[in-house]
């Protein structure tokens, strides 16, 4: 399976689709698209054409209503576009139905992350979680899918069991899941065996959503190489450094980044890669501050934290890309209400210092701005920690 995840495709012709709805405002609409547009660009798509549709609910058939479906097969016929992606999972009826009408391989966001995975996975633990979260995530759509897979082989979202397994039925689909399951349990049970011979060394975990700079900061405090990318889900696979500041050792990891929207799938198959978090001693919250929404991206972050149980562990936030920070300054005389776009980065360090139980940094990981303070914050907390935990040799720092 391996040779099938990481070969290289050419870039196919994408058109994106998505629903404004009672749960989803035009704005969020907006937003969730540019993402799975970067999702797109990452998996090695080009994005040709957006479509959306107000309705009340999706479709129950073919989740956009006759008429924009009629719209987007006009537009997919005319400009020999290669893959629909919809911006929401789609159920395997709605597949089916709006892949008979367009011809065309059709994708949901799901399907394009988790493909994103497959092409990411370098590891035997990364490799096997993406597969098991593949065929859990095919199971209930083998029916429409087998007739799909013969007629169009490789691209975007057809990577690891989808080419592999055509002529297998649900019980042996579920069999393969079985023994994934078990292989992650011994993979799970080697890794934590490593983590136990680690020492005592105080852990410190790098969290964040994706692209927000966490491996460029790995990189720089325990100066390694580990890779990083302007792309989504450049990191898959836990990376664990030793770093030593003024005589003082400790561990730190950078873990995959969250997202929205992120398959359940993918969640279960990837907690024992988040374990780095749970067992983690300090949490850096990494947020990208030139990005428009980073006060969502915290949100959604803090969420994955509960779900994993460490939304409890000491956390300090860490505002990278201040060099990319761009605001819009009001004119003296113009009196109407501020938005978000008019607020500066002094204001914002203001705003986020002055809350109750929240220690924030502003650096900028690529100018190395601010990079001392940086360090000296983590060294205070981690010397606390090891004060505490260690009493009796205190006198190295």
Request: aromatic share 8%; glycine share 4%.
């Amino acid at each position: 399976m391996g040779d099938i995840i990481n070969k290289d495709i050419t870039s196919e012709k994408a058109v994106l689709v998505g629903v404004i709805s009672q749960k989803q405002n035009e704005k969020q609409v907006e937003e969730f698209l540019d993402e799975l547009a970067f999702l797109a660009d990452t998996a090695g798509a080009i994005v040709e054409k957006v479509f959306t549709q107000k309705v009340d609910s999706p479709n129950s058939k073919t989740f956009v209503g006759t008429g924009k479906l009629a719209e987007i097969k006009e537009y997919v016929e005319s400009n020999d576009i290669n893959v629909v992606i919809f911006d929401d999972e789609l159920t395997p009826s709605q597949l089916r139905n709006v892949e008979r009408e367009l011809q065309v391989k059709v994708l949901d966001r799901t399907n394009l992350i988790l493909d994103i995975f497959a092409k990411r996975a370098r590891t035997s633990h990364a490799k096997t979680q993406v597969e098991l979260a593949q065929y859990q995530y095919l199971l209930p759509r083998l029916t429409g899918l087998w007739t799909h897979l013969e007629r169009q082989k490789g691209g975007i979202g057809l990577r690891g069991p989808g080419e592999t397994e055509i002529e297998t039925d649900r019980r042996i689909i579920r069999d393969r899941i079985a023994l994934l399951k078990e292989k992650l349990k011994i993979i799970d049970r080697q890794m934590a065996t490593q983590r136990m011979n680690r020492g005592k060394l105080i852990r410190v975990a790098l969290v964040g959503y994706t692209n927000v700079g966490k491996s460029t900061i790995m990189n720089l405090l325990s100066k390694s190489e580990v890779f990083a990318e302007n792309k989504l889900f450049a990191t898959l696979d836990t990376t664990v450094r030793k770093v030593v500041i003024d005589n003082l050792p400790f561990l730190l990891c950078d873990t995959v980044g969250f997202i929205r929207k992120l398959p359940h799938n993918l969640i279960e198959s990837f907690k024992s890669t988040l374990d780095e978090v749970r067992e983690a001693d300090v949490l850096l919250h990494v947020v990208d501050i030139s990005h428009p929404n980073f006060e969502d991206q915290i949100d959604i972050v803090n969420e994955t934290l509960k779900e994993i149980d460490s939304s409890l562990k000491p956390t300090y936030m860490v505002f990278n890309k201040i060099d990319a920070f761009e605001y819009v300054k009001k004119e003296d005389d113009d009196l109407t209400p501020a938005t978000r776009e008019n607020i500066s980065l002094e204001e914002w360090q203001k705003s986020w210092m002055s809350k109750e139980n929240v220690k924030s940094i502003f650096i900028s990981a690529t100018d190395r701005t601010n990079l001392e303070e940086f360090k000296e914050m983590i060294y205070q907390n981690v010397k606390d920690i090891h004060a505490i935990r260690f009493p009796y040799n205190s006198f190295l720092y």
